[in-house]
């Protein structure tokens, strides 16, 4: 990384794609970060790693830099569902361990409300209390492991930590948080958020599970399109409701 932008440099081809130098057209640079859609830090790592595989089977830079930029991500990752009147709802239902749910919340400023809870791993979720207490304004758990999160994410000093019985009811529940901490955000000046950032953008909604679906859904696909549905639902009333005004 330099100035914004992927380079490389002394990047040699594989011999099974002919060996010699990488197809750079006569500059380091690959891209601009600023051209990624896929969100978070720990993403352009991973265009990082891409560029560099595509060099060394050979492909020029001119065509790494178009295929990069227009890949948005896949289905229950990071996948943004939908903005509903300054609230964003991200949909990362595969976001099973503590790692992956750590930068699913290092992505994005605050306001932001945590959805979390499923079937227990059983593994070590000790490292997520102190991240979620400090880039979450609340958290709204669901499932077997609701009760045990709750308890982690209170200890770790986490302001406000709600339980639902559903995951229908946890979107509703944290839609209404993440408005009233939008509500809050627009009486005084704006305010630097968690790790640095300014919170100017919409309220986000992120389901990032830490668990297992098992408990309440068949598998990590179901339980995104139950979260998808339940986003919809309140577009569709917020829609309605704008409508008879």
């Given at each position: 990384m330099e100035d914004g932008w992927i380079v490389a440099a002394g990047v040699g081809r594989l011999p099974v794609a002919g060996g010699g130098a990488a197809q750079l057209a006569g500059s380091r640079r690959i891209m601009p970060i600023s051209e990624l859609a896929i969100p978070g830090d720990h993403n352009v790592s991973?265009?990082?790693?891409?560029v560099a595989v595509a060099l060394l089977f050979g492909l020029p830079a001119g065509k790494i830099r178009p295929a990069a930029a227009?890949?948005?991500?896949?289905?229950?990752r990071l996948e943004q569902v939908a903005t509903v009147n300054g609230v964003r709802f991200i949909n990362d239902s595969q976001g099973t361990q503590p790692d992956a749910v750590i930068a699913a919340l290092r992505t994005f400023p605050r306001p932001l409300v945590l959805i979390a809870g499923g079937r227990d791993k059983g593994v070590d979720l000790s490292g997520l209390g102190p991240v979620a207490a400090e880039r979450a304004d609340a958290a709204v758990l669901i499932g077997e492991s609701?009760?045990?999160?709750?308890?982690?994410?209170?200890?770790s000093g986490m302001a406000r930590v709600e339980q639902a019985s559903s995951l229908?009811?946890?979107?509703e529940l944290a839609d209404s948080i993440a408005r009233e901490a939008l509500a809050a955000l627009a009486s005084r000046p704006a305010t630097a958020g968690a790790g640095g950032k300014t919170a100017a953008g919409p309220a986000?909604?992120?389901?990032?599970?830490?668990a297992a679906s098992f408990?309440?859904?068949v598998?990590?696909?179901?339980r995104g399109a139950a979260f998808?549905?339940?986003?919809?639902?309140?577009?569709?009333?917020?829609?309605?409701?704008?409508?008879r005004r």
């Amino acid at each position: 990384m330099e100035d914004g932008w992927i380079v490389a440099a002394g990047v040699g081809r594989l011999p099974v794609a002919g060996g010699g130098a990488a197809q750079l057209a006569g500059s380091r640079r690959i891209m601009p970060i600023s051209e990624l859609a896929i969100p978070g830090d720990h993403n352009v790592s991973n265009a990082l790693a891409a560029v560099a595989v595509a060099l060394l089977f050979g492909l020029p830079a001119g065509k790494i830099r178009p295929a990069a930029a227009a890949f948005a991500g896949v289905e229950h990752r990071l996948e943004q569902v939908a903005t509903v009147n300054g609230v964003r709802f991200i949909n990362d239902s595969q976001g099973t361990q503590p790692d992956a749910v750590i930068a699913a919340l290092r992505t994005f400023p605050r306001p932001l409300v945590l959805i979390a809870g499923g079937r227990d791993k059983g593994v070590d979720l000790s490292g997520l209390g102190p991240v979620a207490a400090e880039r979450a304004d609340a958290a709204v758990l669901i499932g077997e492991s609701g009760s045990s999160l709750a308890e982690l994410f209170r200890k770790s000093g986490m302001a406000r930590v709600e339980q639902a019985s559903s995951l229908a009811e946890a979107v509703e529940l944290a839609d209404s948080i993440a408005r009233e901490a939008l509500a809050a955000l627009a009486s005084r000046p704006a305010t630097a958020g968690a790790g640095g950032k300014t919170a100017a953008g919409p309220a986000t909604v992120l389901l990032s599970p830490a668990a297992a679906s098992f408990d309440m859904f068949v598998d990590y696909a179901a339980r995104g399109a139950a979260f998808r549905a339940a986003v919809d639902a309140i577009a569709r009333r917020r829609t309605v409701v704008r409508s008879r005004r």
